[in-house]
């Protein structure tokens, strides 16, 4: 269940991770190659996450595929040692 699925949940919060289309391949960033929802192949930085108002998403452009998400648990277990 999603936080905004409850209606009186005053944090509707969800949480956001910067996208880049400078390819480093650091510590913290998980290749996400060129989705068809982005202009050019990019990287999500994990240490960047951040919390937002869910209210205030307007448009989803795109979703993370299975494999992307993996990419993304994987690098979340190495920064956090778990």
């Known amino acids: 269940m999603r936080a905004t699925d409850e209606p009186q949940n005053a ?17 913290g960033d ?3 190659g060129k989705p068809r929802w ?5 990287a999500l930085n994990v240490q960047g996450f ?4 869910e209210r205030k998403l307007t448009r989803r452009l795109g ?3 299975q494999d992307q998400m993996s990419g ?3 690098t979340l277990r190495d920064l956090l040692g778990l």
């Open 11 to 27: 944090r509707a919060l969800g949480i956001v991770a910067p996208l880049t289309s400078q390819i480093r391949a650091q510590r």
């Open 30 to 32: 998980v290749y996400l």
């Open 38 to 42: 982005l202009p050019k192949e990019s």
């Open 50 to 53: 951040a919390s937002f108002d």
């Open 63 to 65: 979703a993370l595929t």
């Open 72 to 74: 993304v648990k994987a």
